[in-house]
């Protein structure tokens, strides 16, 4: 069974950076595509970012500029960079990985789901 471990999360100011960390078990992320997404209170969980497994990457066009998506295939571990954050970034961030590596940017092409880690940024 895949587990994913999101960690990184926390309380900042506007225009502060923040790195999150997926840490993958029971599974690879090398062969698959992977991603986060975010939720916050009252809304849908949203697409943010995805790496596919040859290393193309996808980004929402609100983080588009802002965050970096990368992968460390020898720690199992995918990365979101967070820089030059907003209020509109505080959510749930949420790291998923890709059931057949189609449909980066879709919700529901995803299998594996990790519990989450609070992004809050103040203003």
């Known amino acids: 069974q895949v587990q994913l471990v999101e960690s990184g999360g926390g309380l900042v100011q506007a225009g502060a950076s923040l790195r999150l960390s997926c840490a993958a078990s029971?599974?690879?992320?090398?062969?698959?595509?992977m991603g986060w997404f975010r939720q916050a209170p009252g809304k849908e969980r949203e697409f943010v970012a995805a790496i596919s497994w040859s290393g193309s990457t996808y980004y929402s066009d609100s983080v588009k500029g802002r965050f970096t998506i990368s992968r460390d295939n020898a720690k199992n571990t995918v990365y979101l960079q967070m820089n030059s954050l907003k209020p509109e970034d505080t959510a749930v961030y949420y790291c998923a990985r890709n059931r057949w590596n189609r449909g980066p940017t879709m919700r529901d092409k995803y299998e594996y789901w990790g519990q989450g880690t609070q992004v809050t940024v103040s203003s």
């Open positions: 029971g599974g690879t992320v090398s062969s698959y595509t």
